[in-house]
């Protein structure tokens, strides 16, 4: 059977009752992260010019850390813009995908205008929802051509949509085509560090809800969406294998395998960044006393993160730059949201440092590896220095603890400036989430200022 099908009956008989332990529990901890990642998003650049092209009615969704409610396609669009912009959110490694970044916005504006929607179909939305994008993603057999999270993204988010939606096989499959007809993604904004990364992740969670608006509405769309001869996987990965993925499915809950960002950078670079985090942790030296520094790593890294730092620069070129990230921490200690201000960024020191520190490539075989990499480090002392990372921090083999992922949140939430009343009162409620009889109270929670929903509830 084609994919298209496959992957459609999956999203329309997959129930609660169906997920592990795991996947339920995945589907929290990244629902927390996320909401808490795309608040400290609604100040990243262009968020607030483009909320004002996109406000208008009708009122049907809430826009996350700000006042709006906006048509259900436009808040999707702009959260997800949100959740992305920072670089910090989560990501299943092995796909290269994003997976929250589309899906996650996508389904809770389509659940906020559709009303009353429950924490146990959110659980199923988004697991369906990783398991289509993410397993995309792992069918590719090449490097990346096209922004993968954006493209195999819409597809998540279709997918996931069209669960809450209760759609039958036919017309998941119908919004799966429809989907096809609006993918977008392309590598020249990664490779310039353009703002229009994270948006194109904005226009694939608004298509997304389209998609599945017009499949609900009896509209037409092709069959082979992901298999056909110009399908998905033809056009937009050429080397791949769908079979074993689709064969997996019900099995191997992509959710549970996505990794935790520690870090507001891109997970290219999150390999040197605990590196060197260590290194300096046990040697206690700084940037003063480092004569150089190599960063060991693969294509794909390479190809990610591999850029240099230089003056001028934009925040989206920063949080893709490894050398930048190792710099920083050099200089400071560690890194967050504070080293990518227009004051970080013009600091002479960090950027002169950058400029000295040198990336090799290992020649890794695997096209979309982001690990093993290396960090060497040479002292003024005569000490050479140095530490592998083979699994990085936050990765299904290395978890982030409760208390690091609750840290995390907290971090954003107090960059966005929000209420800690309403933060306790979202944690509390997506610790309850297969309780919650309407998810669209979590959105409410994100809303600046006063708020009457800080009382524990449903």
């Not at 205008?113 to 146990?120: K, L, P």
């Not at 609006?182 to 020249?188: D, P």
Request: overall charge negative; some cysteine.
């Amino acid at each position: 059977m084609d994919a298209a099908r496959v992957f459609a009956r999956h999203v329309a008989d997959t129930r609660f009752d169906d997920l592990p332990a795991a996947a339920v529990e995945a589907v929290r901890t990244f629902t927390l992260d996320s909401l808490g990642v795309a608040a400290a998003g609604a100040h990243g650049p262009f968020a607030a010019a483009w909320r004002r092209l996109l406000v208008g009615p009708p009122a049907e969704a809430r826009v996350w850390a700000a006042p709006d409610m906006l048509p259900a396609t436009a808040a999707a669009a702009l959260n997800a813009y949100q959740l992305h912009n920072s670089e910090y959110d989560c990501v299943h490694e092995g796909a290269v995908v994003h997976t929250m970044a589309v899906l996650f916005p996508a389904v809770m504006a389509f659940a906020e205008r559709q009303g009353d929607v429950s924490g146990r179909r959110l659980v199923e939305a988004v697991a369906v929802g990783a398991d289509v994008a993410a397993g995309l993603g792992l069918a590719a057999r090449a490097g990346l051509r096209f922004f993968r999270p954006a493209t195999a993204g819409i597809f998540g988010g279709t997918a996931a949509c069209a669960r809450l939606a209760e759609l039958d096989e036919e017309a998941v499959a119908r919004a799966f085509g429809i989907a096809l007809g609006q993918v977008c993604g392309t590598m020249q904004a990664h490779s310039e560090g353009s703002p229009l990364l994270g948006m194109q992740v904005g226009f694939a969670a608004r298509n997304a809800v389209a998609a599945v608006d017009m499949a609900r509405a009896g509209l037409p769309g092709p069959e082979g969406s992901f298999e056909g001869e110009h399908g998905y996987l033809a056009l937009f990965e050429r080397d791949y294998d769908i079979k074993p993925i689709l064969a997996g499915l019900g099995q191997n809950w992509r959710i549970a395998e996505t990794a935790h960002k520690p870090w507001p950078s891109g997970r290219a670079t999150h390999g040197v960044v605990e590196a060197l985090l260590a290194l300096r942790a046990e040697h206690g030296f700084g940037a003063s006393d480092a004569v150089v520094v190599t960063l060991v790593v693969t294509p794909l890294v390479n190809h990610l993160v591999g850029r240099e730092a230089g003056h001028g620069m934009a925040v989206n070129q920063a949080r893709l730059s490894a050398r930048w990230a190792a710099a920083r921490i050099l200089l400071n200690g560690g890194l967050g949201h504070e080293d990518f201000t227009p004051g970080a960024l013009a600091d002479a020191e960090s950027l002169a440092l950058a400029r000295r520190i040198r990336v090799e490539v290992d020649g890794n075989p695997d096209p979309n590896a982001l690990t093993p990499v290396s960090v060497e480090v040479t002292l003024k002392d005569g000490r050479r220095l140095s530490r592998r990372v083979e699994a990085v921090l936050g990765s299904p083999a290395r978890p982030l603890t409760r208390v690091q992922h609750v840290a995390k949140f907290w971090g954003n939430w107090a960059w966005a400036g929000l209420n800690p009343q309403a933060g306790e009162a979202l944690i509390d409620s997506i610790d309850r989430l297969e309780s919650i009889t309407d998810i669209s109270r979590l959105s409410a929670l994100t809303q600046p200022g006063d708020s009457n929903l800080y009382r524990t509830s449903s």
